[in-house]
């Protein structure tokens, strides 16, 4: 198998770009998909059509780190599809020469349904902390050994500290 083909293969979008006009010079069939362009469109792309205008400032500085090698991984970064709507990638990115010129290899990986299953975990957490916050009843939770969350009730009625409580020498049970 060639390198061509591990590209053209990778379930990862994978885009070069020239870093002084930031003009896009490949894409794979993943990039593509991901985008919703066809290679022919996104070599008429540069860096600010991808992303939504509110993040180029951020995008642009993280850019011009990876072309400068301080920094490869940036994550959470939003990406604007060909029909307007914003997703999410992790973006790998590195300098690399291709024939003597100097270019940025980004690699994109979709992370929007990460980012959505973190959210909702979010909520919940926040609803379960707000309904047990709220209660009259005495709601602690104990793991391995340790008190890792007590209500305001707990604090009440047992007469200590959340500090107190939280604490390692702490004994609940007895």
């Known amino acids: 198998m060639t390198y061509r083909q591990l590209v053209e293969n990778a379930i990862d979008g994978i885009i070069l770009a020239e870093p002084v006009s930031r003009k896009l010079l490949s894409a794979n069939p993943a990039a593509c998909k991901m985008l919703g362009y066809t290679r022919e469109e996104i070599l008429k792309l540069e860096v600010a059509d991808i992303h939504p205008e509110a993040s180029l400032p951020q995008v642009i500085e993280q850019f011009e780190a990876q ?9 959470d970064v939003p990406l604007k599809h060909k029909d307007g709507w914003v997703f999410y990638v992790d973006v790998n990115a590195f300098p690399i020469f291709v024939r003597g010129e100097l270019r940025l290899a980004g690699i994109f990986r979709d992370v929007t ?7 909702i975990l979010r909520r919940s957490e926040e609803k379960f902390r707000s309904l047990a916050e709220q209660s009259p009843s005495m709601i602690f939770i104990y793991h391995e050994g340790r008190l890792v969350y ?16 939280y604490s390692p020498d702490f004994d609940f049970v007895t």
């Open 67 to 75: 072309v400068r090698g301080e920094l490869t991984l940036v994550r």
């Open 150 to 165: 007590a209500n305001t009730t707990c604090e009440k009625v047992l007469g200590y500290a959340r500090q107190e409580l």
């Open 113 to 119: 349904e990460r980012r959505w299953s973190e959210m």
